[in-house]
């Protein structure tokens, strides 16, 4: 069983960073992605790294600002955000996708974190 656990959420006030982890039970996947959720609003792909971390995937609206890395020996992969902005605030959610894909990104993701809250205050 694939089990994902995110943490690193929090308060935090417009124009600072946080940094997002996922740890994942102990096995190599294809790929890892980000995704949130924000009240009100449908979940929405933020990217995603494949294991070897030779191909990362941003959408537009987070470019610049967002960086996806891992750590394979911790099972553990990140999401870096700087300069948050209040429109930021959402319940970020971290999956897996164990099968390689013909598509980058992924469109199936097959596991999924509990999700964890990010509030940027103004």
């Known amino acids: 069983q694939v089990q994902l656990v995110e943490s690193g959420g929090g308060l935090v006030q417009a124009g600072g960073s946080l940094r997002l982890s996922c740890a994942a039970s102990g096995r190599t996947y294809y790929a890892m992605g980000w995704f949130r959720q924000a009240p009100g609003k449908e979940r929405e792909f933020i990217g995603a790294?494949?294991?070897?971390?030779?191909?990362?995937y941003y959408e537009d609206a987070v470019k610049g600002r967002f960086t996806i890395s891992r750590h394979n020996a911790k099972y553990t992969f990140y999401l870096e955000i700087n300069t948050l902005k209040p429109e930021d605030t959402a319940v970020y959610y971290c999956?897996?996708?164990?099968?390689?894909?013909?598509?980058?990104?992924?469109?199936?993701?097959?596991?999924w974190g509990q999700g964890t809250q990010v509030t940027v205050s103004s």
């Open positions: 999956a897996v996708a164990t099968a390689r894909s013909p598509q980058w990104p992924p469109v199936v993701w097959g596991y």
């Open positions: 790294i494949t294991w070897s971390g030779g191909l990362t």
